[in-house]
T-cell receptor, first 109, second 113 residues
């Protein structure tokens, strides 16, 4: 009964590639969908999405939410080795943040 | 600017022992939570609290207790440790009104033999 499902589970790309990470969820009455990046230690916040169709951007990273189809994507363009990390998607509902299993991204030089 | 502080960072226990993971935040956040992270399973919510005196169960609460007597502190107790509780534990907090941006502690690696 996973509520948040991420794909792919892992991904290896070369520097300069563009990647798209997927997050689908089964929670209907949610308040927000969030993306986090986890390198060696604790996750750090990337984006919070609450409205469908509105892209959030930060440098080479961008994300968008589709509330009708219940999914979100995280795009990373011109990847660098420093983008290697676990990317976590979470959904906030009922005062809880529930995470997916994460996508392990490795960027090779 | 301490943020979220967890102690201890590492702990080895024998099966059946009890222990408490401490978590403190100095940002006056209403919401605090505990997660465990195991390979391939992301972060799974153990317990959470929306304010002093209020706690609730997350996805994997069995074997763990929490209390929230103050806004700042949210300890996690393992009553009788089992090898299945070997994991990395993260405490996190956030403002309820600015939902979504969790601030995490550095994690506590627990091994149960």
């Amino acid at each position: 009964e996973d509520k948040v499902v991420q794909s792919p589970l892992s991904l290896v790309v070369h520097e300069g590639d563009t990647v798209t990470l997927n997050c689908s969820y089964e929670v209907t009455n949610f308040r927000s969908l969030l993306w986090y990046k986890q390198e060696k230690k604790a996750p750090t916040f990337l984006f919070m999405l609450t409205s469908s169709g509105i892209e959030k951007k930060s440098g080479r990273l961008s994300s968008i939410l589709d509330k009708k189809e219940l999914f979100s994507i995280l795009n990373i363009t011109a990847t660098q080795t420093g983008d290697s990390a676990i990317y976590l998607c979470a959904v906030e509902w009922g005062n809880k943040l529930v995470f997916g299993a994460g996508t392990i991204l490795r960027v090779k030089s | 600017n301490a943020g979220v502080t967890q102690t201890p960072k590492f702990q080895v226990l024998k099966t059946g022992q009890s222990m408490t993971l401490q978590c403190a935040q100095d940002m006056n956040h209403e919401y605090m939570s505990w997660y465990r992270q195991d390979p391939g399973m992301g972060l799974r919510l153990i317990h959470y609290s929306v304010g002093a005196g209020i706690t609730d169960q997350g996805e994997v609460p069995n074997g763990y207790n929490v209390s929230r007597s103050t806004t700042e502190d949210f300890p996690l107790r393992l009553l009788s440790a089992a090898p299945s509780q070997t994991s990395v534990y993260f405490c996190a907090s956030m403002r309820l009104l600015n939902t979504g941006e969790l601030f995490f502690g550095e994690g506590s690696r627990l091994t149960v033999l």
